[in-house]
């Protein structure tokens, strides 16, 4: 009885909070088609330049809605805008975590959000790097710029829009096209719609400055400063009200 009345009020905690700030530090440095890409160096330059990586970005988050993450937690994202940078080994203090129509400055389409939200519950393959390999990771970025840029016009083979981009260089180590698998999985998102199909949503970090990037609400909640440094007040404050509830409907009965 107790855990009856327990459960349902920490979950609309874990699920009210929204549009605060995080502070986080990227991932340092990579190796790319044989080359290293160090710290201080863009991650994207909005430009098929061979050597430079599309990918997962590692960020560590140190901080979040003013108050220290601790541990801090080590996450995988992805960008959003194309023409944005964000730096390899850099903290970030500036960001805000919002909804995906906030992205790009509160720019992005209506068409574009959905899209992203149908990519993700198709095909993210989960909130640790370990989940990502160099072909998925890639493939899910250049779908994720895809979506953002050219919203609705999913091919990037041949020679539609931006297939050079595309096509210039995005191949794996293992001989497999990156852009093939970013093509099938585009084909599937421009027949799905899927605006909700899971306990989470993909939700973006945004910055006027830089590189917005797609974020999980997963694991938005699992930073919840509530959660993570006031645990044990919670939990007592939950148990005194349940008890003073239980007591009440005995002495009314």
């Given amino acids: 009885m107790l855990l009856g009345c327990f459960v349902p009020w920490l979950l ?17 440095s990579f190796d790319a088609n044989g080359e290293n890409i160090p710290a201080g160096d863009f991650v994207m330059l909005g430009q098929s330049i061979p050597g430079y990586w599309a990918g997962e970005i590692d960020i560590t988050v140190t901080q979040y809605a003013g108050q220290t993450v601790s541990p801090a937690s080590t996450v995988p994202t992805f960008c959003i805008e194309l ?6 080994g850099k903290s970030y203090t500036d960001f805000t975590i919002g909804t995906l129509a906030q992205a790009d400055e509160g720019t992005l389409t209506a068409k574009a959000a959905q899209d ?59 001989g497999t096209s990156v852009v093939d698998l970013a093509q099938s999985w585009l084909t599937a998102v421009s027949g799905t719609s899927v605006s909700a199909g899971g306990t989470t949503q993909p939700v973006a970090l945004t910055s006027s400055s830089n590189q917005d990037l797609l974020f999980t609400e997963y694991i938005q909640e699992h930073l919840v400063p509530f959660k993570v440094n006031a645990w044990p007040g919670a939990a007592a404050l939950a148990v005194v009200v349940c008890v003073r509830m239980r007591r009440r409907m005995r002495r009314a009965a």
């Avoid at 023409?83 to 390899?88: C, E, F, S």
């Avoid at 370990?130 to 250049?142: G, R």
């Fill in 116 to 174: 992203l939200t149908t990519l993700y519950y198709l095909f993210y393959k989960g909130n640790s790097s370990s989940d990502w390999n160099a072909t998925t990771a890639t493939a899910f970025q250049l779908d994720c710029w895809k979506i953002t840029s050219n919203p609705g016009n999913y091919v990037i083979t041949g020679s539609s829009a931006g297939s050079t981009f595309y096509n210039n260089g995005w191949v794996t180590t293992q």
């Fill in 12 to 28: 609309a905690l874990e699920g009210s909070v929204h549009a605060q700030s995080i502070q986080f530090t990227v991932m340092s």
């Fill in 83 to 88: 023409t944005q940078d964000i730096n390899l």
